[in-house]
């Protein structure tokens, strides 16, 4: 029997079961690390982080899983988790597990309605809610949510209001009723745990949707089992890493994390500040990050702005540097395609070492010294950038998966990955390109289908088991998989040429180094026209080299005729490398960035086309005035 065929069919029931088959094998190691974070305005300095072993924290693990079960709890029922990213939202989602129970995930930033609506629509029991904010939503809808029975505070204590009935109880309370309940049935997690079938649910994820009302993923059990033994046999998580974890949790790609880290045995170092990225790294010193491009994208930009500010030899170097970087991944990534060895000439190997003593080493130092590799998902990942991050030696691995599919289907290897695809298939999914090209997928962690949603399901999966992604990709000879747009956001101009605008996007965001978003149009249109959004921080630093824009607020700012001019030569670089149908002949710098607050952005930073181009559409119709009979 092949390692893969093993894995298929002896994975375990359960992320519950191999929870267990942790805390038993390794009970003293170290599982966890968190930061206690001080209350705003006690000083500054980093914050104190702490550990738990496997045993300290299958301790509350319990705790919250009887706790559960002395609310009411039964395998299969809906448990929601309301939160950010923090060690209540991992011994919460493993308490439901071990409980039998399932988790329906809610991003915090979530919206009153919807989060009704997913609650409702789940069936949820029990609410965990990270703090007063998130207990608020559900209390304003309270009426539409019948059999919510209970909501648990992670952080303070619920009002009389509130508590009245036990509907809302602390997360203190929710532990020492555990407690107490596991002194009457000390058998009780255990034996729940052994009960548990693969088929059974185990995760409801709404998708964020770039379009419409939100569906619920239906996850199993073993879907969650098959990624973690899945992911640690391709070698990218092993046993003596440790991960830095800040990726939203109701997320499937964050939520698959967990599952693997169980299996694999590593140190994971959660924290979901995104803006305390840079400070914890150092601290942490993790040896794998997996993160969305925009995180890159900002790291580059950063390093970029910091080289500009020292001064222009600084700045030449740092671009020096950066062409080095790409030239020797460009190569060593080509001569192992072809021969097998990474290697690279002996003149371009001295200019990578200066530049590394110069710039990469630095750069590797910002990222905590020990960073082996980087996944980067949820969407792709500028080949320049990618090329960058290699050279500099921080592989940046770009993977596929979608939430349908239990997060990771593919993955570039750290010993062998090829920057500008999402590497070959995790073992045991299968994969085949259809003949207009869209990706199909069949394996074990395929969902069961959209909650309630049969005539939807049955859209999207065969049932032959494969499912329709709706991306559009290619498969190369030696099977490296290179995604080329989504099925449905190819846009057709009205002379007819297809163009994937995601790959137009892609490329500027290489070229210019200001753009935070760009939003391609010309879907029905004789031309095509962007929407440009710039990075904050790295056009106001821009901005202080130029006398009458120094000092004044973004908005003036990227107003400006000199910002504008900019943009321009940007655009012209990008217009130079594309087919005349696909050039961006006008666009617009609006005047602020895209966010998750105005629903422009996905929770994972994807953008919801539809939102921004309803939003902005009397921009849009302004850059096509003229062309059009009225």
């Avoid at 519950?16 to 190691?29: G, I, K, M, S």
């Avoid at 074990?444 to 329709?468: C, N, R, S």
Wanted: proline share 5%.
């Amino acid at each position: 029997m092949s390692d893969t065929q093993s894995l298929i069919e002896n994975r375990p029931p359960s992320v519950a079961t191999l929870f267990l088959e942790r805390v038993e094998a390794t009970p003293d190691a170290e599982a966890y690390r968190y930061p206690v974070i001080r209350p705003a305005g006690d000083g500054e300095g980093p914050d104190e982080w702490r550990s738990y072993s496997w045993r300290e924290a299958a301790e509350r693990v319990f705790s919250i899983a009887a706790g559960l079960m002395d609310l009411g709890v039964r395998p299969e029922e809906r448990v929601g988790i309301a939160s950010s990213t923090r060690i209540e939202w991992i011994l919460s989602d493993l308490g439901i597990l071990c409980a039998g129970a399932a988790t329906t995930t809610v991003y915090p930033s979530t919206n009153d309605s919807e989060t009704a609506y997913i609650l409702a629509d789940s069936d949820s029991k029990v609410l965990i809610a990270e703090d007063a904010d998130q207990l608020a939503k559900v209390r304003a809808h309270r009426d539409e949510l019948p059999n919510l029975a209970h909501v648990v505070l992670v952080d303070g204590e619920p009002g009389a209001e509130d508590a009245a009935g036990d509907w809302a109880l602390s997360f203190a309370e929710l532990e020492r009723r555990g407690a107490a309940y596991r002194e009457k049935h000390p058998d009780a997690i255990t034996e729940t745990v052994q009960g548990l079938r693969s088929d059974q649910l185990a995760t409801l994820i709404y998708t964020s949707g770039t379009t419409g009302k939100p569906k619920g993923v239906r996850l199993a059990q073993d879907a969650w089992s098959y990624m973690a033994r899945a992911v640690p046999q391709t070698g990218l998580l092993n046993s003596d890493d440790v991960q830095y974890l800040w990726l939203p949790l109701a997320h499937v790609f964050g939520k698959m994390l967990i599952s693997v880290q169980i299996d694999s045995g590593h140190v994971i170092a959660v924290d979901g500040r995104v803006d305390k990225i840079i400070d914890n790294l150092p601290v942490v010193q993790p040896t794998k990050m997996c993160a969305v491009p925009r995180i890159f994208e900002k790291v580059y930009n950063g390093v970029a702005q910091k080289a500009r500010a020292g001064g222009g030899a600084k700045y030449k170097i740092f671009q020096w540097a950066a062409e080095v970087a790409r030239e020797y991944a460009r190569t060593t990534q080509d001569n192992q395609r072809r021969t097998g060895v990474p290697d690279a000439p002996t003149g371009l190997k001295v200019k990578h070492a200066l530049a590394d003593r110069l710039v990469y080493s630095k750069l590797r130092d910002a990222f905590g010294g020990r960073m082996v590799g980087c996944v980067s998902g949820s969407a792709a990942l500028a080949p320049d950038l990618g090329y960058f991050f290699a050279g500099a030696g921080i592989p940046v691995l770009e993977g596929y998966g979608l939430t349908e599919s239990s997060a990771a289907s593919f993955c570039n290897r750290t010993d062998n990955f090829r920057t500008g695809t999402v590497g070959k298939p995790m073992p045991g999914t299968e994969v085949r390109i259809a003949d207009d090209g869209e990706i199909l997928l069949r394996g074990p962690g395929i969902m069961q289908g959209y909650h309630g949603l049969a005539d939807k399901t049955a859209e999207v999966l065969e049932e032959d088991g494969w499912f329709h992604t709706g991306d559009i990709g290619e498969l190369s000879d030696d099977g490296y998989l290179r995604i080329t747009d989504r099925k449905k956001d190819l846009i057709k101009t009205s002379g007819g040429k297809y163009i994937a605008p995601a790959e137009v996007e892609g490329q500027f965001k290489a070229i210019c180094p200001y753009v935070s978003n760009i939003l391609v149009h010309g879907a029905g249109r004789n031309y095509c026209t962007a929407l440009i959004t710039l990075d904050e921080p790295a056009i106001t630093a821009w901005a202080a080299d130029h006398e009458d824009l120094k000092g004044k607020p973004y908005a003036e700012v990227v107003a400006s005729e000199q910002v504008r001019a900019l943009v321009d030569g940007y655009v012209e670089q990008l217009n130079a490398g594309l087919q005349r149908w696909q050039t961006v002949k006008k666009f617009r710098v609006l005047p602020r960035d895209l966010d998750i607050e105005h629903g422009e952005l996905t929770p994972s930073l994807k953008m919801k086309r539809p939102v921004v181009e309803r939003e902005y559409g009397e921009l849009i119709e302004e850059m096509y005035e003229g062309t059009r009979e009225r």
